[in-house]
């Protein structure tokens, strides 16, 4: 039902809970190639290899292939790789085309071309007139924004709106806005949206539907909540596992989402994300991990107002994010999340740094007592996360998230380091992948955003 406005006043006649209507707000990040990819660590005291692995020799283009040739051709022109391409060169020589074709994109067609990986990727999902239709349409303006955002992606009229005022904290961090409102723009995109607003008795009903119903049944049935939580962290989780390596906004959201995706994989978080009918497998998936109809609402209200305080109710009843976690992990994989070291670090970084919040959790005994207390001992715990490296980079946005990128399991941050050749300062990100149990860095990714900002905007 995503994106369906009408759901608020069925829910209003029905008396059931409240509706709020979704909205995407501001920015991500940004692709970049000139990164060094994750190396293998020999030892705790070296640091992750200064030298690009080699990449792997990529598939040749089948021989007479007309078609693969002029895509692959294509794609090098725009920065991408036969690898970013997928194999799927039809589709790319269909994607490039709409790009070409349209003026809207102006001086942001070569920001779009870096989609194309995050789009081959779910292509099975897609329907491809109805999506090359809205690329086609697509456009970017400058404008105000309220509420603070950089950066708002508009379903109607399909446009991109950056902000005149920006107030980033750095500059280079412009291609991360446009690419989180760009894959917004490929949530809202890819397919036409579902109908379906309520389930009753295992099936998926639109409001028509269940207004055919008798008033009886009518209240029975579970009204398909708004998924905030999952519009606006999911285009930053994507933003960062395709683009940045890291996330800069959204930060509870991004670690509620990542703790699912590490609890039911990547490709069941990509399905939620990118469905026409997102908000209505979010439903299901809580209801079939045993949530009652209202404890279910309550989760979806309090994700919302963790995400969008703004322009979502005061939950009635606050859940922790880190209670229906682990209510989700037990369901799907028993138990043992106690001694799951990447999952509690997940845990800990919903309650942050020197923050009592655990009060009010079930769980509240044991989560009090992992928690990072002060500052100096969170960063003792970065002093072994960046052990070995050339340089110690220096945080920007404190404290390093969990993002599992490309089935690593990582420690992100936007960050700033010195280039130990040149001298010269960096602004970034760094992913580091790390063990927990033996407390040592297995390699890392910096990504130089300074000049991705030159490449695109300069």
């Not at 329907?127 to 239709?133: P, S, T, V, Y």
């Not at 379903?155 to 500059?171: C, V």
């Not at 845990?347 to 007592?369: I, P, Q, R």
Request: hydrophobic letters at 40%; aromatic letters at 12%.
């Amino acid at each position: 039902m995503k994106r369906i406005i009408a759901a608020i006043i069925i829910i209003l006649m029905l008396c059931l809970a409240a509706g709020c209507e979704s909205r995407p707000a501001d920015g991500g990040e940004t692709a970049v190639p000139e990164e060094t990819p994750y190396a293998s660590v020999p030892a705790a005291t070296e640091a992750p290899t200064a030298e690009p692995t080699p990449e792997p020799t990529p598939e040749p283009t089948p021989a007479g292939d007309p078609e693969a040739y002029e895509a692959l051709r294509l794609a090098e022109l725009h920065g991408l790789s036969a690898e970013d391409i997928r194999g799927e060169y039809a589709l790319f020589l269909r994607f490039a085309q709409t790009v070409e074709a349209n003026p809207g994109l102006d001086e942001y067609a070569e920001l779009v071309y870096r989609l194309f990986p995050l789009i081959a990727d779910h292509a099975a999902l897609m329907d491809a007139d109805h999506f090359f239709g809205r690329l086609a349409g697509l456009s970017f303006e400058e404008g105000e924004l309220d509420y603070g955002n950089v950066g708002l992606y508009s379903a109607i009229p399909n446009t991109i709106t950056i902000g005149t005022d920006l107030g980033l904290t750095e500059e280079c961090e412009l291609p991360s806005v446009i690419y989180h409102e760009l894959v917004h723009f490929v949530d809202f995109s890819i397919s036409p949206a579902g109908n379906a607003m309520y389930l009753l008795n295992g099936e998926r009903l639109s409001a028509e539907e269940l207004l055919a119903l008798p008033i009886m049944e009518q209240l029975g049935a579970v009204i398909v909540y708004p998924a905030d939580f999952l519009t606006e962290g999911g285009a930053e989780l994507c933003t960062a596992k395709y683009f940045a390596g890291a996330v800069r906004w959204y930060f509870d959201p991004c670690r509620f989402l990542t703790g699912l995706e590490y609890i039911f994989g990547e490709e069941k978080l990509s399905e939620l994300f990118f469905s026409a009918d997102s908000e209505v497998l979010v439903a299901e998936l809580f209801l079939e991990a045993g949530y009652s109809k209202e404890d279910y609402y309550d989760a979806a209200i309090t994700l919302n107002f963790l995400t969008d305080p703004l322009n979502n109710p005061v939950p009635a009843r606050r859940l922790r994010a880190e209670d229906i976690l682990i209510d989700l992990y037990e369901y799907r994989l028993g138990g043992g999340w106690q001694t799951d070291e990447y999952f509690l670090y997940i845990l800990k970084m919903l309650n942050g740094v020197a923050w009592s919040g655990y009060e009010t959790s079930a769980y509240a005994d044991f989560l009090s007592g992992i928690q990072f207390d002060t500052w100096e001992e969170y960063n003792a715990f970065l002093d072994k996360v960046y052990r070995g490296l050339p340089m110690r980079p220096e945080l920007l946005i404190r404290p390093a998230e969990p993002v599992i990128i490309g089935g690593l399991e990582t420690i992100a941050a936007l960050a700033s380091w010195t280039d130990p050749d040149t001298e010269a300062e960096i602004h970034g990100t760094i992913s580091v992948e790390y063990d927990f149990e033996s407390g040592t860095p297995l390699g890392c990714r910096f990504i130089d955003m300074d000049a991705e900002f030159i490449r695109y905007f300069r």
